[in-house]
């Protein structure tokens, strides 16, 4: 190793030991030995062996179908503790590093600045990265990359709101101007595991993410936020499709995908049965020691995880080397389970509904218990990437402590040994020959970058767009008008919104576009309305002969489209749909929900009004908090969350006694400290994690919300009263029971 004159250091001698490393394991292609019962379904490996393997072996412990096989594009020493990654226009891949993440099972040395930003090379074409450069260190745990154009990159870290931008200027890989693209200091849960990821560059141009609040637009070196009427959705990591449609994972609420029925900008929405009770088991190869909850979440006789309980790094696959039927499958990681689903998309007039692609077995499952596949994404080359963490322990230190299940299962099997290594995967399948050809579209002119958005690679047609967005050419604009009109059906979708992202939609091509024989052609049309309305009057007149189109899809995103126009025209729109498609759920059911909520967000304002000016303050901040975090577990309506038909994952917050108490100290003690076991009677999936590393006004913020809201009439919380309960209960580490709960007297005076 050595070092720069910039303090970053540069990997040459490690690099070219995994370059080797690597040439030899992309040479391995033997299928992974499984054993098989009489009907053909795939033994539980009840007794596995917990030690770290090399690249090789791990290899050889995972099982994907015929066919199919898994190549190492990177591993220790080049990355350690990776969890998402990203390429620029030139196909160098940036890696994301936790290196700080669970080094021991207490968590330890986790808000050290020492995670890194890598940038990985592979300078020869065989799909193997042989040469690494340290981008950016001294971080905060980064979560989200987001490549731009000029050597920029927006980074997220953990425990802010802000997004950074770091730019290499000089192209030697290394960032050496770094700045705040957007500055957000707001409030910020100290919960690791409740932190914003993903920031893609979705189909309409803007960046989406969980958890903030917001979506962005990128202005210069600035990042613009858009406030989301209702919040986002999702945990760790979303996925979007050809079509802009956005996909989100719940690992609290033990939800594999939801809010894809409609974009997060027009408020939440889901069908209860947007996946049927078969999707919610999971399928491991290896029985599962380390589950959080325990024996609740484990199928008998073979103890191995039954339902997902971590589900993340979600992807639709939208490459083209890879076989045709894989295109637009949502594939989920699952790391406790050591495997990754793949589900068939359906669109079923309007409804959008998803599957298991097999019965009662996975696409990809391991036997090795480091095997923690955290992200998924389609690459340059056209294959799927799975980022694998090669980590010990996966679950957050709230839930290993002295008194919890996890911590002496961790220990039993030494997981908490496996530290700072991690692979990254390529999906491959023997049918396809793989091209050495890398991309260089940053050098590429305008022009060329316009022909990208015929290739059949979603990664080369969201790049050439971004790039032509951010590059403001309006050169190509006669081009684009063009390839709208006579492009193949993607080709017109992203040259629609490219020339919207240049602010160069007219009138003449948006009528046609809307008259196109393709229904995702006019139902992107349609979407791009809203922002075309704002600039040209006649837009809704052309948008109003919609209102009759033969497909479902394109009559709901009309409606979408309108629901903040606030005319009489667009209000005339969705009365009209409304009332001449009775028996469409799409259109019935998100404007019902909408209608609902507004009403519901009227009468909290009202309520607002009458409270003291800090009680108002708090109810607004404990909000934000809720629709962040605690909607997850307890659903949107404070009604709770049923997954698959199954039991609620966390106890309803509407009408609970226990949240409307005249004395909020038991609810401040759940809080602060979390509560495990059966709730006056009922045990739900998941524990209540201890939020007390958070201040006092966030506490009765949250608190002084959901006490005032979802129907309940309890009093506001005040940050005096959370002191009240520390003092009263300092040196208290462990999670609550109920019973202890309901034993306990009141330290308020109510």
């Not at 309980?309 to 076989?323: C, E, F, H, M, V």
Request: proline fraction near 5%; charge should be neutral; include cysteine.
């Amino acid at each position: 190793m050595k070092k720069n004159y910039k303090g970053i250091l540069i990997v040459v001698s490690a690099a070219a030991v995994l370059f080797y490393t690597c040439k030899s394991v992309q040479k391995y292609v033997a299928q992974y030995p499984v054993q098989r019962d009489a009907s053909g379904r795939i033994l539980v490996d009840m007794h596995p062996d917990p030690t770290p393997k090399s690249p090789i072996e791990e290899m050889k412990r995972i099982y994907v179908p015929p066919g199919y096989h898994l190549q190492l594009v990177a591993s220790e020493p080049m990355v350690s503790q990776p969890v998402a990654i990203a390429w620029d226009g030139d196909g160098r891949m940036y890696v994301a590093e936790l290196n700080t993440y669970m080094l021991d099972v207490n968590g330890s040395h986790e808000h050290e600045r020492t995670c890194k930003i890598k940038l990985l090379e592979d300078t020869n074409g065989d799909g193997v990265m042989d040469k690494m450069t340290v981008f950016a260190d001294s971080l905060m745990l980064p979560r989200t990359l987001q490549p731009l154009d000029h050597g920029r990159l927006l980074v997220s870290q953990t425990w802010t709101n802000s997004v950074f931008c770091f730019q290499d200027t000089n192209g030697d890989g290394v960032a050496d101007k770094k700045w705040l693209a957007y500055e957000n200091n707001g409030t910020n849960t100290n919960n690791l595991e409740h932190q914003k990821s993903g920031l893609i560059w979705n189909l309409d141009n803007r960046l989406y993410l969980t958890y903030d609040p917001v979506r962005y637009t990128v202005k210069g070196d600035k990042v613009i936020p858009d406030t989301l009427i209702e919040g986002t959705a999702g945990q760790w990591g979303m996925g979007n499709d050809d079509y802009g449609r956005l996909f989100y994972s719940s690992a609290g609420g033990e939800d594999p995908a939801y809010m894809y029925q409609q974009n997060v900008h027009y408020g939440q929405f889901d069908f209860n049965d947007r996946y049927d009770a078969d999707f919610v088991p999971v399928w491991p190869i290896v029985t599962t020691p380390d589950v959080q909850g325990g024996f609740g979440r484990l199928r008998f006789p073979d103890s191995t995880l039954n339902h997902f309980t971590a589900s993340n790094g979600q992807s639709i696959y939208r490459g083209d080397k890879l076989p045709a039927d894989m295109r637009g499958d949502l594939f989920i990681c699952e790391p406790v389970g050591r495997l990754i689903r793949r589900a068939k998309v359906n669109d079923n007039n309007g409804k959008i509904t998803i599957r298991n692609a097999y019965d009662k077995s996975e696409f990809l499952a391991s036997t090795d218990l480091n095997f923690r596949p955290v992200n998924t994404i389609t690459g340059p080359d056209g294959c799927m990437y799975i980022v694998d963490m090669y980590h010990g322990i996966i679950q957050e230190s709230e839930w290993t402590k002295a008194d919890s299940y996890l911590r002496p299962k961790i220990q039993q099997k030494g997981l908490q040994n496996n530290v700072g290594r991690g692979r990254i995967f390529r999906l491959v399948h023997d049918d396809f020959k793989l091209d050495k050809e890398k991309p260089h579209l940053l050098e590429e002119t305008s022009a060329q970058l316009v022909d990208h958005l015929n290739s059949m690679n979603g990664w080369y047609r969201d790049n050439a767009q971004k790039l032509l967005v951010l590059r403001g050419d309006k050169s190509v604009v006669p081009a684009l008008r063009t390839l709208a009109v006579n492009g193949g059906q993607l080709a017109r979708i992203h040259a629609l919104w490219t020339m919207n992202g240049l602010d160069a939609m007219d009138e003449e091509t948006f009528a046609i576009a809307l008259k196109d024989k393709d229904p995702e052609v006019r139902k992107t049309t349609v979407w791009i309305g809203e922002d075309f309305m704002k600039k040209d009057s006649h837009a809704i007149d052309l948008l109003e002969k919609m209102n009759n189109d033969p497909s479902a899809d394109v009559r709901f995103q009309l409606l979408l489209t309108m629901r903040f126009v606030n005319s009489d025209k667009s209000k005339a729109i969705i009365a009209g749909l409304i009332k001449n498609y009775p028996d469409d759920p799409a259109l019935q059911g998100s404007q019902r929900v909408y209608e609902n909520k507004i009403r519901a967000r009227a009468e909290q304002l009202a309520r607002e009004k009458m409270m003291s000016e800090q009680g108002a303050r708090l109810v607004t901040q404990g909000a934000v908090i809720f629709k962040q975090l605690c909607f997850t577990c307890h659903g949107n309506d404070g009604k709770g969350i049923r997954t698959g038909g199954q039991a609620f994952t966390a106890p309803p917050l509407a009408g609970n006694p226990d949240v409307n108490g005249n004395s909020p100290d038991r609810i401040i003690r759940v809080l602060l400290y979390g509560l495990q076991g059966p709730i006056r009677g009922t045990t739900y999936n998941d524990a209540m994690p201890a939020l007390g590393s958070n201040t006092n006004e966030y506490i009765a913020s949250v608190l002084s919300y959901i006490r005032s809201d979802f129907g309940n009439k309890g009093n506001i919380v005040l940050p005096t009263d959370v002191q009240k309960v520390r003092d009263a209960t300092a040196g208290r580490t462990k999670s609550y029971t109920m019973d202890e709960l309901m034993n306990t007297r009141s330290v308020l005076g109510r």
